[in-house]
């Protein structure tokens, strides 16, 4: 049974830094794609960062792409959202999933998920 557990979210400044992480049981991080996804209230599910399965390629969304970085230890089978330079606009649940499309953006590529952590920004 594929299970994807988040955790390391919480309550950061403006300006701060957090890691959240997802610790993978049931498959392998390497033979899938690993994304985060993050959802805030009223708003749709949105992608953040994924890492491939093969040689580890990554992708981020342009809203995150200087601050936020993913990265995957595979003897772990965990994968990690460094989040640096929050903003009030980051703050939403935060999903990890898997999947076997190449470094899809798309939600509905994505078979597996966690339950969320939730990441708040305070001013």
């Known amino acids: 049974q594929v299970q994807l557990v988040e955790s390391g979210g919480g309550l950061v400044q403006a300006g701060g830094s957090l890691t959240v992480s997802c610790r993978a049981s049931?498959?392998?991080?390497?033979?899938?794609?690993m994304g985060w996804f993050r959802q805030a209230p009223e708003r749709e599910r949105e992608f953040v960062a994924a890492v491939s399965g093969d040689r580890g390629l990554t992708a981020h969304a342009d809203s995150v792409k200087d601050r936020f970085s993913i990265s995957r230890d595979s003897n772990r089978d965990t994968v990690y959202l460094q989040m640096n330079g929050l903003k009030p606009e980051d703050a939403a649940v935060y999903y990890c999933a898997a999947g076997r499309s190449f470094l899809s953006t798309m939600p509905t590529e994505y078979s597996y998920w966690g339950q969320g952590t939730q990441v708040t920004v305070s001013l």
């Open positions: 049931g498959l392998l991080v390497e033979s899938y794609t």
